[in-house]
Structure formats: C-alpha cells, structure tokens
C-alpha cells in the first residue's frame, strides 16, 4: 500500500484497511473472509462485510480525537491545543493520570500533560473560532515555549470549516517550530485507531528529519506508556531503543529516519508511522509475528536480528531465555490447568495475548476485539497476526469485534463462561464482574510481552483468580439493568434486527 504525505489529513482504516467494527463467527471464518495472504488486500478486492452486525447506536466507543490526545499531548516538550468545545477535553483527567504513571514507570520527571482547549461555544459555531485558535496558539507560545504544537481538531471544527491548516503554516513560519494541524473529526472514522494515525501523520509530514545519518544501533519502537520492557531486551543485542509517540520528546521523534529499524508491540498501533518510515525515509519495518509466546517472540527477534546485522547475537539470547522461562511457565501451565479465559481489548493486541494465554495452557473459547482490520499497511502475510494465531495456536470459536458495546458483552461472556477476562478499556469490566467474573485491566500494555511477559501475565492471573469468591457473592447480590427477554436473546440479535427492518 502507498501511504500519502502529500495531504495534511490521513485517510481513514476504513477507507484505507476496510476496518469494521461489528462482525461475529470463529477467527479462522475472519481470517478467510479477511483474504490477507492471498493478495495483501483487504477481501479479495472487496470489503469485509459488517453491515448486517453493525448496531443502530454506540454506548462506549472513544473518538479519533481522543486517541490525538493520548499521543500528541504525550509528547513532553510539545503542547496540544484542542480546537473544540471544553467537552472535548473531559478524557485530559484521564490521559493526564496515565501520562503521570508512564513518567513514573520509566524514571523520568513526573510531570502535567500540557493540553489546552479553544473552548469553541454557540457564537463560535456561527461565526467560526479561527480567532480563538490564533490568540490560543499565541498564549501556548509565550506560557510554555514548547518545541511543536499540535492543533487537534473536532467534529465542531470539521462542521464550520474552520481553515486550521492556513492558520498552522502561518505560526510555523513566526513562531519558528512545527505547527501541525492533526484532522482527527470524530464523525470522519468510525473507530478510534485512526487517530493514531492522525497524530503519527502529522509527525511524518512535519517533525521527522530528512537526509540525516543512520544511527545504526537505534531501534524505533512504537509504544503506548507501558513500563520499559524493550530497553533490556534490546540492549542484550546491542541496540538502543527510541520509545515514540507516547512519553517521547520532538527530538526523539525527528531523530525516527535515522533508526536502523522500527518494531512495535501492536500491528494496530504500529501499521501506519512504521509502514511510512520504510517508505519515505526507509527505514526498515521489522516484518514478523508479535512478539508474544516462544513461536512469535523468536521469529520476531530473529527478524530483528537480521535487518540489524545482529544474527549470532539473537541466537545467544534466544537459547538463554528459552533456558531461563521454559521451566516458569511449566510450573505456571501445572497451576492454570482447566482455566478458562477470555480478551477483550484492541485488534492485534488480542491476538498476541491469546497467544500467550494458550502458552500458559488456558482454554479460549471466545474473544472481543474493538475493531479488526481486515490488513495492515505493509501488507505483508507475515505480519497477518490473526492468521498467525489460528495457524500457530488454533482456532477460537467465537471471536467476535465490537466497539465496547455494554449492551452485547453479557451475551458475549454467557456464550464461554470465562473464569477471568483480560482487557484494556475497562468500561466493560464492571458488567463482568457482576456476572462473578474478575477482570485484570491491563495498564500496562507491556505487561504480556516476550519471554518474561507470559510469566508475567500467568502470575497475574493466578492473582485475579484468587478473587473469584468475592466476584461470586458480588454476582448473587447485584442485578442487571437488562430485561429477561434481552439476557437470553442473541447479543447481536438487536443489530440484525434493526438493519432487516432497515432494509425492509
């Protein structure tokens, strides 16, 4: 796929991946309907069809703005200005925490987010608020003197027009520092990866340096704010890791075309900033499994190893690790025997952890994913790691994308009967554990990666199942706002119904 820099607003994953957000069936049906390696493309040249599963309402999905926020208000010496109403702006109290632990977590000062809002009101939406963005940018500028400002727009912005682009080359030009416009519209994508991409776009076109040096022993790697796992990891290789976008400074972020190579811990995350660094500045995207489990942790160091000339070093670490773990995860696989588990978090992020969970000898009978994109933008079958984790770890019967719909995931959890789920957004792990079902929520996105994570991860779940009876008294003494005639009803019979009435 072409990825085009061209334009100062990224095309959507549904436009670009033919991303859906409702579909349900076992992965290996998603794997063949996906058509991933047969030709790269998304459906033989078709789009995956989600329109009969997709529901008439949404009650917990974020936004493209949201994910702008997470990103470009991480990066530490730069400022976000969200061009919105205030309301925009409610997710800063949370995305501030996160910034505050990630700090923390990788021993650097802990410090505020820097995000600021035009506070776009009724006469704005008349009359347009470019001049609230212009005298915004100019106090941002003298209160925090920042090294990029991002402008981040809303689906206010998008509705009046607002020309935040001519505005954002008139500040780069007097202020002397990137001013980069991020086209993040909530309306403008149905699922809120891309506005990851937004944010890693706007970096592309305006913050990475062309025609610098290679720094051969730098390694890109495209990271959210987990604990700092790749750093050891890589400096057993001789390698020292850039961390981008999240908790990354604007030089970390120029200095990405002058990497020997750029690795993530998500496809979903990865796809866009990695597929263009090999294409615009060629830098080489490590293209493997995910580094989750033995299988797809090696292929993916080996991988690694070679784009960065670092073969017999990989091997040497491979054989120790393997050495060291092997014998954790057997006693954990002993003490986890009969356990039955479930995720629920992003795509490809589900996929490395089922992985890991089926190492650890744990039963997955089902799944939820947020989103699924039918391809990634390199394109290439090796990093097709929904395919990977049915051919290397089996099927999983019922697997099945939502977008944190509340109103589906009690018939979804009542199709397997989980001991535990694992998840990321923890908006649906309350509903679970009215049911007696604990959640561990994954903070730390980290926590399940390479050799170490499937310890890890197994010792975490022994310690949520240690709180099984108190999710079990929970259950008997709580109830549910859903009718009877609704919890015994197919979780996605709503949705069908209502685009057969549609149709009709």
């Given at each position: 796929?072409?990825?085009?820099?061209?334009?100062?607003?990224?095309?959507?994953?549904e436009?670009?991946?033919?991303t859906?957000i409702?579909?349900?069936?076992?992965?290996?049906?998603?794997?063949?309907?996906?058509?991933?390696?047969?030709?790269g493309?998304?459906?033989c040249g078709?789009?995956?069809?989600?329109?009969?599963?997709?529901?008439?309402?949404?009650?917990?999905?974020?936004?493209?703005?949201?994910m702008?926020?997470?990103?470009?208000?991480?990066v530490?010496d730069?400022?976000?200005?969200?061009?919105?109403?205030?309301?925009?702006?409610?997710?800063?109290?949370?995305?501030?925490?996160?910034?505050?632990?990630?700090?923390?977590?990788?021993?650097?000062?802990v410090k505020?987010?820097?995000?600021v809002s035009?506070?776009?009101?009724?006469n704005?939406m008349?009359?347009?608020?470019?001049d609230?963005?212009?005298n915004?940018?100019?106090e941002?500028w003298?209160?925090?003197?920042?090294?990029?400002?991002?402008?981040?727009?809303?689906?206010?912005t998008?509705?009046?027009?607002?020309?935040?682009?001519?505005?954002?080359?008139?500040?780069?030009?007097?202020?002397?520092?990137?001013?980069?416009?991020?086209h993040?519209?909530?309306?403008?994508?149905?699922?809120?990866s891309?506005?990851?991409?937004?944010?890693?776009?706007?970096?592309?076109r305006?913050?990475?340096?062309?025609?610098?040096?290679?720094?051969?022993?730098?390694?890109?790697?495209?990271?959210?704010?987990?604990?700092d796992?790749?750093?050891?990891?890589?400096?057993?290789?001789?390698?020292?890791?850039?961390?981008?976008?999240?908790?990354a400074?604007?030089s970390?972020l120029?200095?990405?075309?002058?990497a020997?190579?750029?690795?993530?811990?998500?496809?979903?995350?990865?796809?866009?900033l990695?597929?263009?660094?090999?294409?615009?500045?060629?830098?080489?995207?490590?293209?493997?499994?995910?580094?989750?489990?033995?299988?797809?942790?090696?292929?993916?160091?080996r991988?690694?190893?070679?784009?960065?000339?670092?073969?017999?070093?990989?091997?040497?670490y491979?054989e120790?690790e393997?050495r060291?773990?092997?014998?954790?995860?057997?006693?954990?696989?002993?003490?986890l025997?009969?356990?039955?588990?479930?995720?629920a978090?992003?795509?490809?992020?589900?996929?490395g952890?089922?992985?890991?969970?089926?190492?650890?000898?744990?039963?997955?009978?089902?799944?939820?994913?947020?989103h699924?994109?039918?391809?990634?933008?390199?394109?290439?079958?090796?990093?097709?790691?929904?395919?990977?984790?049915?051919?290397?770890?089996?099927?999983?019967?019922?697997?099945?994308?939502?977008?944190?719909?509340?109103?589906?995931?009690?018939?979804?959890?009542?199709?397997?009967?989980p001991?535990?789920?694992?998840?990321r957004?923890?908006?649906?792990?309350?509903?679970?554990?009215?049911?007696?079902?604990?959640?561990?929520?994954?903070?730390?996105?980290?926590?399940?990666?390479?050799?170490?994570?499937m310890?890890?991860l197994?010792?975490?779940?022994?310690?949520?199942?240690?709180?099984?009876?108190?999710h079990?008294d929970?259950?008997?003494?709580?109830?549910l706002?859903?009718?009877?005639s609704?919890?015994e009803?197919d979780?996605?019979?709503?949705?069908i119904?209502?685009s057969a009435?549609?149709?009709?």
């Amino acid at each position: 796929m072409v990825i085009n820099l061209g334009t100062p607003v990224v095309e959507s994953r549904e436009q670009r991946l033919g991303t859906v957000i409702a579909w349900d069936g076992s992965a290996s049906r998603l794997v063949k309907e996906s058509c991933y390696s047969e030709n790269g493309t998304a459906c033989c040249g078709c789009r995956l069809c989600e329109r009969e599963n997709r529901g008439p309402f949404t009650q917990g999905a974020s936004c493209s703005e949201m994910m702008v926020e997470c990103q470009a208000g991480h990066v530490r010496d730069a400022v976000l200005i969200q061009h919105s109403p205030i309301g925009c702006g409610a997710s800063q109290v949370t995305y501030n925490s996160k910034f505050r632990n990630a700090l923390k977590m990788r021993g650097l000062p802990v410090k505020n987010m820097r995000v600021v809002s035009t506070n776009l009101d009724e006469n704005d939406m008349v009359f347009g608020g470019i001049d609230k963005l212009e005298n915004t940018i100019v106090e941002t500028w003298e209160r925090y003197q920042p090294k990029a400002i991002f402008i981040g727009t809303s689906c206010s912005t998008g509705i009046i027009g607002d020309d935040v682009d001519s505005v954002s080359e008139e500040y780069s030009q007097k202020l002397g520092i990137p001013v980069i416009p991020l086209h993040c519209e909530g309306f403008k994508s149905k699922h809120w990866s891309t506005g990851f991409d937004a944010t890693q776009h706007g970096i592309l076109r305006q913050i990475v340096r062309h025609g610098h040096e290679k720094q051969e022993d730098l390694v890109n790697v495209i990271n959210l704010w987990g604990s700092d796992v790749f750093r050891p990891m890589l400096a057993e290789l001789g390698l020292r890791v850039n961390y981008v976008v999240d908790l990354a400074t604007v030089s970390d972020l120029a200095q990405m075309s002058e990497a020997a190579a750029t690795v993530g811990f998500c496809n979903t995350l990865s796809s866009y900033l990695a597929t263009a660094l090999e294409q615009e500045f060629g830098v080489p995207q490590v293209k493997a499994p995910q580094p989750y489990g033995f299988a797809g942790t090696d292929a993916w160091l080996r991988e690694l190893g070679r784009v960065t000339h670092r073969e017999t070093k990989v091997e040497t670490y491979i054989e120790k690790e393997h050495r060291r773990v092997k014998p954790l995860v057997e006693e954990l696989r002993a003490r986890l025997s009969g356990v039955k588990g479930y995720v629920a978090t992003g795509s490809a992020y589900s996929h490395g952890l089922i992985a890991v969970l089926r190492e650890l000898g744990i039963r997955v009978d089902g799944s939820l994913v947020f989103h699924h994109d039918p391809v990634y933008d390199s394109g290439d079958p090796k990093q097709d790691s929904l395919a990977y984790l049915v051919e290397n770890y089996g099927d999983v019967a019922h697997f099945s994308v939502s977008n944190r719909q509340q109103y589906q995931f009690y018939g979804l959890l009542k199709r397997v009967n989980p001991d535990f789920i694992l998840i990321r957004h923890n908006g649906l792990a309350p509903l679970a554990a009215r049911m007696g079902i604990p959640a561990a929520p994954l903070g730390d996105e980290h926590l399940a990666v390479g050799y170490q994570g499937m310890v890890n991860l197994g010792e975490s779940i022994r310690d949520i199942l240690a709180h099984k009876k108190f999710h079990r008294d929970l259950a008997e003494h709580v109830t549910l706002p859903y009718k009877k005639s609704w919890l015994e009803s197919d979780p996605y019979s709503l949705s069908i119904q209502t685009s057969a009435a549609g149709e009709a």
